[in-house]
């Protein structure tokens, strides 16, 4: 059997495998217990990490804030240098940590290379913005006085990220924050730590290059309990997380109880609406990629299709059709169009939410059910799988983390299926295939779509870096990536200077001694 170039991939990407010891990647004080890392492809021990402790918590947080010191200065334009010369290291690795991504997390090869590509799309969207960090001037009411706002860094961005994307997220704030003059301290997650330690070697040797302290990116490992010391931590202004929403809310209240900000992207639940006048070829594509890819593992992963019942046999027969030629197996072997769900746990969340949509009614169209024998070793091989249901289903309001569509049927005009679309506690992504432009703007206006992301003719899955990314309700509202996102990672400060001989007061008002 080959292993698809994994040792050669760890050891570009300055990793050991299990029989060198553990990987900490520099600027890591971790000397906590050791988190073993599975692969969900072939259930192989990849490597070891050591988790972060307290102590090494303190540690890790005095070279940050030191760093923060000398990186605060230096001018913009020269910290996008910086980010600059990030972007060429990716490029230089791309195989290498695309091929990690995959191994690690299970998303087909293709699409860690994608992944790899996000991150070096985010570092050239910031090397221009970091010479484009505006603020306004505005016209003082008061003679001879000048008035304008500009844009501190913020300090210390805490970042806690998903298993999911494990390495584009932290890229999409890094490469911001860096450019603010923030430093970054960064907690992947525990299901994915050698990801997090190869992208931690590949800024550091940037970062050393460049004779800037290395505490201008800093890596913790471990799970919640290591992800709590920073939202509980005064130290932080900003905490960027990633992940579920229940994490969501407890990071939301404990970083709301210290007055500090945080920027939430949360779970999703999304719909394309499908109405009579789609085209049912770009819809068959659009909805099977966005169920099935990354086995339905994205925070924009297709769960629902809202389709007129006029077409609604049409499109359901189609879609069947294609779940038929589905190629599930070893994600790096690129004729396979689905690899494995993360890990068992997830298995579990898969089967329980087949379970539970025939026991409150549903209907599977589409048979799912977990792989055994050769190729699916690891356990984590589950088949796409298609249920009929209603809106109302509690299962159809939640989000299972898995390759499960719900098809749902709606009559009457783009309403009606609009009112189901945004009838969910989440609010990340949504799409209409539709040729009728009444229904697309509608779709698109103050009355349509409830979402962060709303598409038309594209599936909900995936976005560009050049757009603000994110969600509202309980996807958290926070935007990351493209447009102004950058603003978040920056403090804003009102200025307003005197350049005369008297002192005026605002208002009008007179002091006079
Ligand atoms: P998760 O919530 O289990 O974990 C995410 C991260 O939060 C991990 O690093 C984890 O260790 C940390 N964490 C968990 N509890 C915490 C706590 N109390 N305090 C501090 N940190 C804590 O999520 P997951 O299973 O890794 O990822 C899947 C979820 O992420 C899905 O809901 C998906 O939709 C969401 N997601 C959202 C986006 C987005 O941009 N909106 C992107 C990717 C993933």
């Known amino acids: ?82 980010v600059r010369q990030f972007g060429d290291k990716l490029r230089e690795k791309k195989e290498a940590l695309g091929k990690l991504v995959s191994y690690e997390m299970g998303k087909s090869y293709q699409e860690g290379l994608g992944e790899v590509q996000e991150m070096i799309d985010i570092c050239d969207f910031a090397v221009g913005l970091s010479r484009q960090l505006h603020g306004l001037t505005m016209h003082s009411e008061r003679p001879g006085h000048r008035m304008y706002e500009q844009y501190h860094p913020l300090g210390v961005v805490g ?66 309990k290591v992800g709590e010391l920073m939202s509980k931590d005064t130290r932080i202004p900003l905490v960027s997380a990633t992940g579920s929403t229940r994490m969501g809310k407890i990071v939301a209240k404990e970083v709301a109880g210290r007055l500090g900000k945080t920027l939430l992207e949360l779970g999703g639940n999304n719909a394309i609406i499908v109405t ?13 990629f966005g169920a099935v890819g990354t086995a339905g593992q994205r925070c924009t992963s297709t769960r629902r299709l809202i389709i007129h019942d006029s077409i609604y046999d049409k499109v359901k027969d189609a879609i069947v059709k294609a779940y038929g030629q589905l190629r599930i197996g070893n994600p790096l072997d690129e004729n396979n169009h689905v ?22 009614g549903g209907k599977i169209i589409v048979e799912g059910g977990v792989l055994s024998g050769e190729g699916y070793e690891s356990g ?29 049927k709606y009559s009457g005009d783009v309403t009606n299926a609009l009112d189901a679309q945004n009838g969910v506690a989440q609010g990340l992504s949504s799409a209409i295939m539709t040729n009728n432009l009444r229904e697309a703007e509608h779709f698109l206006s103050v009355q349509g779509s409830d979402c962060g992301i709303a598409n038309v003719n ?32 920056m403090r804003r400060q009102t200025n307003t200077i005197n350049y005369t001989t008297e002192l005026p007061l605002a208002q009008g008002i007179k002091f006079d001694l």
Not at 339 to 360: C, F, H, N, R
């Open 1 to 82: 059997t080959t292993d698809f170039g994994i040792k050669e991939a760890l050891a570009t990407l300055g990793l050991k495998d299990i029989n060198e010891g553990t990987s900490t990647g520099s600027n890591n004080f971790s000397n906590g217990e050791i988190i073993e890392s599975y692969s969900p492809v072939d259930g192989k021990l990849i490597g070891k990490v050591k988790s972060t402790t307290k102590e090494d918590y303190e540690k890790v947080m005095t070279t940050a804030t030191a760093a923060f010191q000398t990186w605060r200065t230096m001018p913009a334009p020269l910290r996008g240098e910086i």
């Open 159 to 224: 970042i806690i990220s998903a298993f999911n994307f494990p390495v584009a997220v932290w890229a999409w704030n890094t490469a911001l924050a860096w450019i603010c003059g923030d430093v970054c301290v960064w907690k992947p997650s525990e299901k994915t730590p050698m990801c997090g330690v190869a992208c931690q070697n590949i800024a550091a040797e940037v970062f050393a290059a460049n004779d800037l302290p290395e505490g201008i990116c800093c890596l913790i490992n471990g799970d919640y």
């Open 276 to 288: 009579p006048d789609a085209d049912i070829k770009m819809t068959v594509i659009g909805a099977v």
């Open 339 to 360: 690899g494995p769900v993360i890990d068992k746990d997830a298995v579990k969340g898969y089967q329980a939410a087949l379970t539970k949509v025939v026991e409150e």
């Open 380 to 408: 984590c091989y589950v088949k796409p799988a298609i249920a009929e249901a209603k809106n109302s289903f509690k299962i159809v309001q939640h989000e299972t983390f898995a390759p499960v569509l719900y098809l749902l």
């Open 458 to 489: 594209i599936g909900t899955s995936g976005a560009e870096i050049g757009g603000a990314f994110g969600g509202e309700k309980d996807t958290g509202g926070g935007r990351e990536s493209g447009s102004d996102a950058w603003k978040v990672y």
